[in-house]
Protein backbone atom coordinates (compact mmCIF):
# COMPACT_ATOMS: atom_id res chain seq x y z
CA UNK A 1 0.00 0.00 0.00
CA UNK A 2 2.95 2.32 0.93
CA UNK A 3 4.51 1.52 -2.71
CA UNK A 4 1.04 2.58 -4.17
CA UNK A 5 0.77 5.96 -2.32
CA UNK A 6 4.42 6.56 -3.53
CA UNK A 7 3.77 5.93 -6.96
CA UNK A 8 1.02 8.38 -6.88
CA UNK A 9 2.62 11.28 -5.62
CA UNK A 10 5.03 10.59 -8.17
CA UNK A 11 2.74 10.68 -10.58
CA UNK A 12 0.60 13.92 -9.78
CA UNK A 13 3.85 15.85 -8.54
CA UNK A 14 5.31 15.13 -12.84
CA UNK A 15 1.98 16.09 -13.95
CA UNK A 16 1.31 19.05 -11.67
CA UNK A 17 5.17 19.85 -13.01
CA UNK A 18 4.42 19.31 -16.51
CA UNK A 19 1.59 21.68 -16.36
CA UNK A 20 3.29 24.27 -14.89
CA UNK A 21 6.05 23.95 -17.64
CA UNK A 22 3.18 23.96 -20.33
CA UNK A 23 1.52 26.86 -18.66
CA UNK A 24 4.67 29.07 -17.67
CA UNK A 25 6.04 28.33 -21.45
CA UNK A 26 2.57 29.90 -22.61
CA UNK A 27 2.93 32.83 -20.37
CA UNK A 28 6.35 33.50 -21.01
CA UNK A 29 5.63 33.28 -25.16
CA UNK A 30 2.86 35.91 -24.42
CA UNK A 31 4.64 37.94 -22.91
CA UNK A 32 7.89 37.54 -25.25
CA UNK A 33 4.96 38.55 -28.43
CA UNK A 34 3.81 41.39 -26.37
CA UNK A 35 7.32 42.64 -25.70
CA UNK A 36 8.99 41.81 -28.98
CA UNK A 37 6.52 40.05 -31.36
CA UNK A 38 6.28 36.85 -32.59
CA UNK A 39 9.38 34.95 -32.89
CA UNK A 40 8.49 33.86 -36.60
CA UNK A 41 7.09 37.62 -36.84
CA UNK A 42 10.39 39.98 -37.25
CA UNK A 43 9.67 43.36 -36.02
CA UNK A 44 6.67 43.93 -35.77
CA UNK A 45 5.40 47.86 -36.33
CA UNK A 46 1.93 49.11 -35.76
CA UNK A 47 0.85 51.50 -38.18
CA UNK A 48 -0.37 55.18 -37.04
CA UNK A 49 -3.00 56.53 -40.01
CA UNK A 50 -0.95 59.40 -41.28
CA UNK A 51 -3.56 62.02 -40.34
CA UNK A 52 -3.74 61.05 -36.82
CA UNK A 53 -0.18 61.03 -36.71
CA UNK A 54 -0.08 64.40 -38.16
CA UNK A 55 -2.56 66.20 -35.46
CA UNK A 56 -0.59 64.94 -32.39
CA UNK A 57 3.18 64.53 -33.33
CA UNK A 58 3.37 66.87 -36.32
CA UNK A 59 2.99 70.38 -37.71
CA UNK A 60 2.91 68.97 -41.33
CA UNK A 61 -0.31 70.36 -41.85
CA UNK A 62 0.24 73.72 -40.93
CA UNK A 63 3.22 73.38 -43.28
CA UNK A 64 1.65 72.17 -45.72
CA UNK A 65 -0.77 75.14 -45.74
CA UNK A 66 1.97 77.67 -45.59
CA UNK A 67 4.95 76.41 -47.60
CA UNK A 68 3.53 76.98 -51.27
CA UNK A 69 3.31 80.64 -50.31
CA UNK A 70 6.98 81.54 -49.04
CA UNK A 71 9.37 82.04 -52.62
CA UNK A 72 12.65 82.88 -52.91
CA UNK A 73 13.74 86.32 -53.74
CA UNK A 74 16.74 87.41 -56.09
CA UNK A 75 17.83 90.70 -56.73
CA UNK A 76 20.69 91.90 -58.91
CA UNK A 77 21.96 95.29 -58.96
CA UNK A 78 25.00 96.99 -60.18
CA UNK A 79 27.74 98.15 -58.55
CA UNK A 80 30.54 100.20 -59.25
CA UNK A 81 33.91 99.93 -58.15
CA UNK A 82 37.71 101.66 -59.18
CA UNK A 83 39.54 100.29 -62.05
CA UNK A 84 42.91 98.63 -60.62
CA UNK A 85 44.41 100.60 -63.22
CA UNK A 86 43.05 103.66 -62.01
CA UNK A 87 44.63 103.04 -58.21
CA UNK A 88 47.98 102.78 -59.50
CA UNK A 89 48.30 104.71 -62.77
CA UNK A 90 45.55 107.49 -62.23
CA UNK A 91 48.12 108.65 -58.91
CA UNK A 92 51.38 108.55 -60.97
CA UNK A 93 49.71 109.84 -64.07
CA UNK A 94 48.09 112.43 -62.23
CA UNK A 95 44.65 111.92 -64.16
CA UNK A 96 42.75 110.52 -61.02
CA UNK A 97 39.79 108.77 -62.66
CA UNK A 98 40.49 110.33 -66.49
CA UNK A 99 40.60 107.64 -69.09
CA UNK A 100 40.00 104.84 -66.54
CA UNK A 101 36.26 104.26 -66.19
CA UNK A 102 35.09 102.43 -63.28
CA UNK A 103 34.64 98.96 -63.00
CA UNK A 104 31.04 97.42 -63.22
CA UNK A 105 29.87 94.27 -61.98
CA UNK A 106 27.06 92.57 -60.99
CA UNK A 107 26.12 91.73 -56.97
CA UNK A 108 23.50 88.94 -56.49
CA UNK A 109 21.51 88.63 -53.03
CA UNK A 110 19.16 86.33 -52.17
CA UNK A 111 16.40 86.17 -49.14
CA UNK A 112 12.71 85.13 -48.82
CA UNK A 113 9.57 85.92 -49.45
CA UNK A 114 5.48 85.92 -48.50
CA UNK A 115 2.64 85.50 -51.39
CA UNK A 116 -0.31 87.49 -49.35
CA UNK A 117 -2.83 87.56 -52.36
CA UNK A 118 -3.83 85.04 -54.87
CA UNK A 119 -3.14 87.87 -57.64
CA UNK A 120 0.67 87.87 -56.67
CA UNK A 121 1.21 90.39 -54.16
CA UNK A 122 4.50 89.08 -52.41
CA UNK A 123 5.82 90.84 -49.15
CA UNK A 124 9.86 90.57 -48.77
CA UNK A 125 12.44 92.59 -46.13
CA UNK A 126 13.79 96.14 -48.28
CA UNK A 127 16.92 95.08 -47.98
CA UNK A 128 16.91 92.39 -49.70
CA UNK A 129 15.45 94.31 -52.63
CA UNK A 130 16.95 97.57 -52.01
CA UNK A 131 18.80 99.46 -55.41
CA UNK A 132 18.31 96.60 -57.36
CA UNK A 133 17.95 96.69 -60.60
CA UNK A 134 16.18 93.13 -61.37
CA UNK A 135 14.19 91.35 -58.99
CA UNK A 136 12.94 87.72 -59.88
CA UNK A 137 10.86 85.77 -57.41
CA UNK A 138 10.71 81.51 -58.04
CA UNK A 139 8.03 79.68 -55.97
CA UNK A 140 8.39 76.44 -54.44
CA UNK A 141 6.71 74.67 -57.49
CA UNK A 142 9.31 75.61 -59.57
CA UNK A 143 7.95 78.70 -61.14
CA UNK A 144 9.85 81.77 -61.96
CA UNK A 145 8.52 85.40 -62.39
CA UNK A 146 10.03 88.83 -62.69
CA UNK A 147 8.80 90.72 -60.21
CA UNK A 148 7.57 94.57 -60.22
CA UNK A 149 8.69 96.54 -56.75
CA UNK A 150 5.42 98.56 -55.85
CA UNK A 151 6.99 100.36 -52.73
CA UNK A 152 9.10 99.48 -50.05
CA UNK A 153 9.64 101.14 -46.10
CA UNK A 154 13.65 101.44 -44.70
CA UNK A 155 11.58 102.31 -41.29
CA UNK A 156 9.99 98.92 -41.01
CA UNK A 157 12.33 97.27 -43.33
CA UNK A 158 9.67 95.64 -45.60
CA UNK A 159 8.55 95.82 -49.48
CA UNK A 160 6.20 94.62 -51.73
CA UNK A 161 6.29 93.12 -54.88
CA UNK A 162 4.27 92.11 -57.70
CA UNK A 163 4.25 89.29 -59.84
CA UNK A 164 1.64 88.29 -62.55
CA UNK A 165 -0.48 85.48 -62.12
CA UNK A 166 -3.49 84.25 -61.27
CA UNK A 167 -4.82 81.67 -58.56
CA UNK A 168 -1.36 81.52 -56.54
CA UNK A 169 -1.09 79.82 -53.16
CA UNK A 170 -1.27 82.80 -50.71
CA UNK A 171 -0.72 82.51 -46.55
CA UNK A 172 -3.73 84.00 -44.46
CA UNK A 173 -2.93 86.66 -42.02
CA UNK A 174 -3.76 86.07 -38.42
CA UNK A 175 -3.77 88.47 -35.59
CA UNK A 176 -0.21 89.12 -33.59
CA UNK A 177 -2.07 90.54 -31.09
CA UNK A 178 -3.38 87.14 -30.20
CA UNK A 179 -0.13 85.72 -30.15
CA UNK A 180 1.51 85.06 -26.81
CA UNK A 181 5.05 84.13 -25.43
CA UNK A 182 5.61 80.46 -25.45
CA UNK A 183 3.36 80.10 -28.38
CA UNK A 184 4.91 77.43 -31.33
CA UNK A 185 5.90 79.05 -34.59
CA UNK A 186 8.06 77.85 -37.24
CA UNK A 187 10.00 79.77 -39.54
CA UNK A 188 10.27 79.32 -43.11
CA UNK A 189 12.79 80.17 -45.96
CA UNK A 190 15.51 79.56 -48.04
CA UNK A 191 18.91 79.76 -45.23
CA UNK A 192 21.69 79.87 -46.96
CA UNK A 193 20.48 79.36 -50.56
CA UNK A 194 20.45 76.04 -49.51
CA UNK A 195 16.42 75.64 -50.14
CA UNK A 196 13.14 75.96 -48.84
CA UNK A 197 13.66 74.93 -44.98
CA UNK A 198 11.26 74.38 -42.00
CA UNK A 199 12.95 75.42 -38.58
CA UNK A 200 10.76 75.27 -35.38
CA UNK A 201 10.81 77.34 -31.95
CA UNK A 202 8.55 79.41 -29.65
CA UNK A 203 7.68 82.89 -29.21
CA UNK A 204 10.41 83.95 -26.48
CA UNK A 205 9.34 87.75 -26.40
CA UNK A 206 6.77 90.27 -27.87
CA UNK A 207 6.87 94.00 -28.51
CA UNK A 208 10.81 94.15 -28.74
CA UNK A 209 12.22 97.48 -29.53
CA UNK A 210 15.12 99.92 -28.48
CA UNK A 211 17.20 97.36 -30.78
CA UNK A 212 18.87 100.09 -32.87
CA UNK A 213 17.88 97.76 -36.30
CA UNK A 214 15.34 100.15 -37.29
CA UNK A 215 13.80 103.21 -37.18
CA UNK A 216 10.14 101.77 -36.03
CA UNK A 217 10.46 98.59 -33.57
CA UNK A 218 7.88 96.25 -32.64
CA UNK A 219 9.36 92.73 -33.26
CA UNK A 220 8.21 88.98 -32.01
CA UNK A 221 11.11 87.54 -30.69
CA UNK A 222 11.31 83.66 -31.37
CA UNK A 223 14.11 81.20 -30.79
CA UNK A 224 12.93 79.31 -34.13
CA UNK A 225 16.12 79.14 -36.48
CA UNK A 226 16.51 82.46 -38.81
CA UNK A 227 19.67 82.48 -40.61
CA UNK A 228 20.91 84.84 -43.47
CA UNK A 229 18.45 84.13 -46.47
CA UNK A 230 15.55 83.59 -44.28
CA UNK A 231 15.18 87.46 -43.95
CA UNK A 232 11.33 88.27 -45.66
CA UNK A 233 9.94 84.85 -44.93
CA UNK A 234 7.31 83.84 -43.21
CA UNK A 235 7.02 82.86 -39.67
CA UNK A 236 3.43 81.40 -39.05
CA UNK A 237 1.37 79.38 -35.98
CA UNK A 238 1.18 75.95 -35.93
CA UNK A 239 -1.93 76.19 -38.07
CA UNK A 240 0.03 77.74 -40.65
CA UNK A 241 -1.47 81.38 -40.50
CA UNK A 242 1.26 84.14 -40.99
CA UNK A 243 1.98 85.50 -37.79
CA UNK A 244 5.54 87.55 -38.68
CA UNK A 245 7.72 88.46 -41.27
CA UNK A 246 11.07 87.14 -40.68
CA UNK A 247 13.57 90.06 -40.58
CA UNK A 248 16.71 89.63 -38.26
CA UNK A 249 18.79 87.79 -36.05
CA UNK A 250 20.36 88.74 -33.46
CA UNK A 251 24.37 87.21 -34.01
CA UNK A 252 27.98 87.79 -32.99
CA UNK A 253 29.05 85.39 -35.60
CA UNK A 254 26.88 85.74 -38.22
CA UNK A 255 25.01 82.90 -37.92
CA UNK A 256 22.24 81.46 -35.80
CA UNK A 257 21.98 82.02 -32.07
CA UNK A 258 18.98 81.29 -30.69
CA UNK A 259 17.38 85.17 -31.08
CA UNK A 260 15.70 86.15 -34.36
CA UNK A 261 13.05 88.65 -35.00
CA UNK A 262 9.98 89.53 -36.94
CA UNK A 263 8.08 92.20 -37.69
CA UNK A 264 4.46 91.59 -36.53
CA UNK A 265 1.78 90.45 -39.24
CA UNK A 266 -0.66 93.62 -38.27
CA UNK A 267 1.96 96.05 -39.03
CA UNK A 268 3.15 94.00 -41.90
CA UNK A 269 -0.45 93.47 -43.27
CA UNK A 270 -0.95 97.80 -42.99
CA UNK A 271 2.25 98.53 -44.33
CA UNK A 272 1.77 95.99 -47.25
CA UNK A 273 -1.69 98.13 -47.68
CA UNK A 274 0.24 100.94 -48.16
CA UNK A 275 2.88 100.06 -50.24
CA UNK A 276 -0.29 99.04 -52.26
CA UNK A 277 -2.55 102.00 -52.71
CA UNK A 278 0.10 104.53 -52.48
CA UNK A 279 3.54 103.17 -52.87
CA UNK A 280 4.44 104.69 -49.61
CA UNK A 281 4.06 104.28 -46.21
CA UNK A 282 2.27 107.57 -44.30
CA UNK A 283 2.75 108.29 -41.16
CA UNK A 284 2.14 111.37 -38.63
CA UNK A 285 4.75 113.14 -37.35
CA UNK A 286 4.78 116.14 -34.69
CA UNK A 287 7.89 117.84 -35.90
CA UNK A 288 10.24 117.47 -33.23
CA UNK A 289 13.22 115.06 -32.74
CA UNK A 290 13.65 112.90 -28.63
CA UNK A 291 15.66 110.94 -27.17
CA UNK A 292 15.44 108.68 -24.62
CA UNK A 293 16.92 110.23 -21.28
CA UNK A 294 19.31 107.54 -20.82
CA UNK A 295 20.63 107.83 -24.49
CA UNK A 296 22.83 111.28 -23.96
CA UNK A 297 24.27 112.35 -20.69
CA UNK A 298 23.44 116.24 -20.68
CA UNK A 299 22.75 118.78 -17.63
CA UNK A 300 19.21 118.40 -18.66
CA UNK A 301 18.85 114.64 -18.67
CA UNK A 302 21.28 114.37 -16.01
CA UNK A 303 19.36 116.95 -13.98
CA UNK A 304 15.85 114.96 -14.82
CA UNK A 305 17.34 111.37 -13.63
CA UNK A 306 18.38 113.22 -10.55
CA UNK A 307 15.01 114.36 -9.91
CA UNK A 308 14.00 110.90 -10.74
CA UNK A 309 12.38 111.47 -13.98
CA UNK A 310 13.34 107.92 -16.23
CA UNK A 311 10.94 107.25 -18.65
CA UNK A 312 9.80 109.19 -21.59
CA UNK A 313 10.49 111.57 -24.72
CA UNK A 314 12.75 114.22 -24.04
CA UNK A 315 12.78 117.03 -27.19
CA UNK A 316 16.00 118.38 -28.23
CA UNK A 317 14.56 119.93 -31.80
CA UNK A 318 11.75 121.55 -32.40
CA UNK A 319 11.02 121.53 -36.11
CA UNK A 320 10.33 125.46 -37.06
CA UNK A 321 6.37 125.87 -37.87
CA UNK A 322 5.78 122.22 -37.96
CA UNK A 323 2.88 120.86 -35.58
CA UNK A 324 4.72 121.10 -32.38
CA UNK A 325 6.48 124.35 -32.41
CA UNK A 326 2.94 125.60 -33.35
CA UNK A 327 1.23 123.83 -30.38
CA UNK A 328 3.89 125.76 -28.26
CA UNK A 329 5.96 122.54 -27.73
CA UNK A 330 9.72 123.65 -26.71
CA UNK A 331 13.23 122.63 -26.57
CA UNK A 332 13.67 120.21 -23.28
CA UNK A 333 10.20 119.34 -22.66
CA UNK A 334 9.75 115.02 -21.81
CA UNK A 335 6.44 113.80 -23.19
CA UNK A 336 5.44 111.15 -20.49
CA UNK A 337 1.89 111.09 -22.30
CA UNK A 338 -0.27 111.09 -25.25
CA UNK A 339 -3.94 110.16 -24.82
CA UNK A 340 -3.59 109.17 -21.64
CA UNK A 341 -1.08 106.41 -22.73
CA UNK A 342 2.11 106.20 -21.00
CA UNK A 343 5.40 106.83 -23.37
CA UNK A 344 8.06 104.81 -21.74
CA UNK A 345 10.59 105.79 -25.13
CA UNK A 346 11.27 107.91 -28.18
CA UNK A 347 10.32 104.76 -29.58
CA UNK A 348 6.77 104.65 -28.13
CA UNK A 349 6.41 108.13 -29.18
CA UNK A 350 6.91 107.86 -32.53
CA UNK A 351 5.01 104.25 -32.74
CA UNK A 352 2.27 106.04 -31.48
CA UNK A 353 2.54 109.31 -33.36
CA UNK A 354 2.70 107.81 -36.81
CA UNK A 355 0.22 105.36 -36.03
CA UNK A 356 -2.68 108.14 -35.62
CA UNK A 357 -4.81 109.73 -37.56
CA UNK A 358 -3.77 113.65 -39.30
CA UNK A 359 -7.47 114.50 -38.50
CA UNK A 360 -7.24 114.15 -34.52
CA UNK A 361 -5.22 116.26 -32.30
CA UNK A 362 -3.35 114.61 -29.92
CA UNK A 363 -3.57 115.08 -26.12
CA UNK A 364 0.18 115.54 -24.87
CA UNK A 365 1.18 115.50 -20.88
CA UNK A 366 4.43 116.49 -20.35
CA UNK A 367 7.01 117.56 -18.13
CA UNK A 368 8.57 120.92 -18.99
CA UNK A 369 12.07 121.98 -16.78
CA UNK A 370 12.92 126.04 -16.56
CA UNK A 371 16.41 125.74 -17.94
CA UNK A 372 17.21 129.11 -15.56
CA UNK A 373 15.61 128.17 -12.39
CA UNK A 374 15.49 124.68 -12.51
CA UNK A 375 11.89 124.83 -11.78
CA UNK A 376 9.87 121.54 -12.88
CA UNK A 377 5.79 122.47 -14.30
CA UNK A 378 3.68 120.43 -16.03
CA UNK A 379 2.20 121.00 -19.17
CA UNK A 380 -0.40 119.85 -21.33
CA UNK A 381 -0.38 120.50 -25.36
CA UNK A 382 -3.09 119.78 -27.76
CA UNK A 383 -1.02 118.71 -31.45
CA UNK A 384 -2.58 118.04 -34.61
CA UNK A 385 0.21 115.94 -36.46
CA UNK A 386 0.87 116.04 -39.83
CA UNK A 387 1.69 113.63 -43.08
CA UNK A 388 4.45 113.14 -44.35
Not at 323 to 346: M, Y
Amino acid sequence: MSTNNSIFKIVISACLALGIGFGGGFSLGQLYSSQFGSPSEDFQVVKTPRRMLSSTISYAPAVDKANSAVVNVFSEKTVRSISPLQLFWGDILNQNSYGFPPVSRSQRSLGSGVIISKDGYVLTNSHVIRDASKIQVALSSGKEFNAKLIGADSKTDLALLKIEDKNLPHIPFADSEQVETGDVVLAIGNPFGIGQTVTMGIVSAKKRENLGLLDYEDFIQTDAAINPGNSGGALVDSKGNLIGINTALFSKSGGYQGIGFAVPSNLAKKIAEDLRKNGKVKRSFLGVSVINLQEEINPLTAYLLKKGYERGALVIKVQQNGPADRAGVKQGTLITKVNNIQIESSEKLFKLVSESSPEKALDIQAIVVDIETGKISKENYSVKPQVN
